[in-house]
């Protein structure tokens, strides 16, 4: 998925910083690269942001892109539009119609000068109200809400805009667990009160390439198919080896490792889906249901079915 990070005279690029860092992390994440950014500017000049730096950009007509992330600036309600945003709206209104438009803050009103937003459901900042109104009237304005997205365009509100908008990439993108797991390693201050023995996974994913070597391995193959020697073989190492670094690194065993990594995904469809646990048995390589249940049940204390109703 290709995106673009538009940077123009005066933009707010902490938004985009940020968004780039959860791409990032959404990537090392699937073990791939799902997620590849550009720094963008009109003139593919060097860029001089609010906030002092000028940082190099290439030029926005030549990039192939997928979507295109639009920051705001600092500005007041009198000086939208600003000088300079008439260029600005020319540019993005020559992008290919297949470019899905993402903004927040006064970067919404500059896709709504593009046209890219008439007859389309849009917000923005709320004291912009009046002012995108009275020169964008043609676009459906919903300031109530924080965030819209729809298939071509998505738009929200405030400086931290870019939050729900990239967030929503990583969701449709790599999926509803690797979203959750960014979310609860990067987003929040704090781990929630769901006390699980899937919580420590989120600190594991952190400390060292091997563990996450070993996370994308085991969930991609299926619970049958889940030994000590098939994981040292698949991570070039040798039994003992493996072993002993995995113990040292999380005090933990490798068995007990590559259990708490396959129900976590067991975890995941429960919470994230309405699917029977015969289902997901199925989908994960388990031998039946009963293997499933009762390994669930001793890792959690509960059964998939009491788990789904205290945590989903």
Known sequence: MNLGLLLYPGCLPTGLFAASDLL???NLRLGRELFR???????GRPVACANGPALPAEPLGDARLDALLIPGAWRDADHVPAPGDDALAAALASLDHDVRLL????GVCLVAAAGKLDDHPATTTWWLASVAGKHWPKVHWKLTETAVHGPRHATASGVNGHLPLTMRLIEEYGGTAVAEDIHAAMVLPRPGRHHTPFQTLTALLQQSPLIRRLVHWVEATPATDLTLPRAAAHLHLTERTLARRLKT???DSAAHLIRLIKFNQVSDRLLTSTDP????SDLLGF????TLRRGFKRLTGLTPAAYRRRYG
């Open 103 to 106: 903004s927040y803050c006064t």
């Open 277 to 280: 646990v015969g289902r997901i």
């Open 287 to 290: 031998a039946d249901d009963t």
């Open 24 to 26: 990032l992390a959404a």
């Open 37 to 43: 950014f550009q720094w963008l500017s009109p003139d």
């Open 249 to 251: 690194e999380t005090g």
